[in-house]
């Protein structure tokens, strides 16, 4: 499917939906405008979770995710909105992660569009299973934590697997500040239980 096909497919309530090229990759200032907005989103969406200073990705993870095709951004009016990174994890699943729509453009349904893009982009890639991920507190109630939990339940996800974050990304571990559980949501696309 082509860029334009991908825009027409996605443009709702004014957004245009579509993944970055990855010629796009050596635009640093593009590279550089994702990551603030993912930062920005995941320092209140995360608070208290990570120790302080510590941010969720950097001007050349964004670049690389570009490069490989996995950074899809929501544009109004050529603005960035939101973005979203889809990635393949194997044969029949793909995850989206670094979800995140512009702060002073909350309500306008950003977040929903970009996951049905990313849903809708599995579906036709021929996925049978989207995967998201959340690092939720395990001793207290983060309520963006809270929010997501209940948000995306409703639209369909469920818990597959809950563990500690050291089981996935032990690199993370050390910059954690407290005690967090890594819990794993799966959707099935073709309409069944996943």
Not at 92 to 121: H, N, S, Y
Not at 140 to 158: D, H
Request: some cysteine; overall charge negative.
């Amino acid at each position: 499917m082509s860029r334009e096909e991908q825009i027409d497919m996605s443009s709702v309530n004014g957004l245009d939906i579509a993944y970055l090229s990855p010629a796009e990759a050596g635009d640093l200032g593009l590279a550089a405008s994702v990551a603030a907005l993912i930062n920005e989103v995941y320092e209140v969406a995360e608070e208290g979770l990570w120790v302080e200073g510590t941010t969720r990705t950097s001007t050349q993870e964004v670049e690389s995710f570009v490069r490989s095709a996995e950074i899809v951004t929501a544009r109004l009016d050529g603005a960035i909105v939101g973005c979203v990174r889809i990635q393949r994890l194997d044969e029949r699943t793909c995850e989206f992660g670094m979800l995140a729509a512009a702060p002073k453009r909350r309500g306008m349904g950003i977040g929903r569009e970009l996951v049905r893009f990313a849903e809708q982009d599995g579906r036709q890639k021929g996925f049978e299973v989207m995967q998201l991920e959340l690092l939720v507190p395990r001793e207290w109630s983060q309520p963006s934590k809270v929010f997501l939990n209940e948000w995306y339940t409703r639209i369909g996800y469920r818990v597959s697997a809950t563990g500690a974050i050291e089981d996935y990304y032990p690199e993370l571990a050390p910059l954690l500040a407290t005690t967090c559980d890594f819990v794993i949501y799966h959707k099935n696309l073709r309409g069944q239980p996943a």
